[in-house]
């Protein structure tokens, strides 16, 4: 690894460690679609925040998926409705991005949360 980049029990630097997160993208999606219970969809949906948080270009990937995010979106509440909140927050970050989550319907789907929690200000994305 480069000078000052520490390496995981495993053996891959931070670097790797994203890449590989980032090739996970498809599976983390599904397992939050596929969940019967909300809480069960925690621990994808960290995964995915991590990776939209440190890999910009993992955002380009992951608004293919962006629909199963607003369906699911319909359904969470608490942690789980923040951390899908905060990986649509940082998918919407590339501008054509937003253009594409607003033609999955994500409009209505947002405006609904919006109206039944008013404190969900990370809807204005």
Known sequence: PPPGE???ETGLNSY?????????IPTLFHQ??????????????????GISEND????????????ILLQFLERA??????????????ISIPIANKKLI???????????LLAQ???CHLIAI
């Open 77 to 90: 509440s608490g942690q789980t409705l923040m951390y899908s909140l905060l990986v649509l927050n940082n």
């Open 56 to 67: 910009p270009e993992a955002r380009t990937t992951m608004v293919e998926y962006v629909d």
């Open 16 to 24: 790797q460690q994203q890449k590989t997160l980032s090739n996970d």
């Open 6 to 8: 520490e390496t995981s």
């Open 102 to 112: 607003i033609e999955k319907d994500g409009g209505t789907i947002l405006s609904k």
């Open 117 to 119: 929690d008013p404190s």
């Open 32 to 49: 939050v679609r596929d969940v019967k219970v909300e809480t069960l969809a925690s621990d994808p949906l960290r995964q995915l925040f």
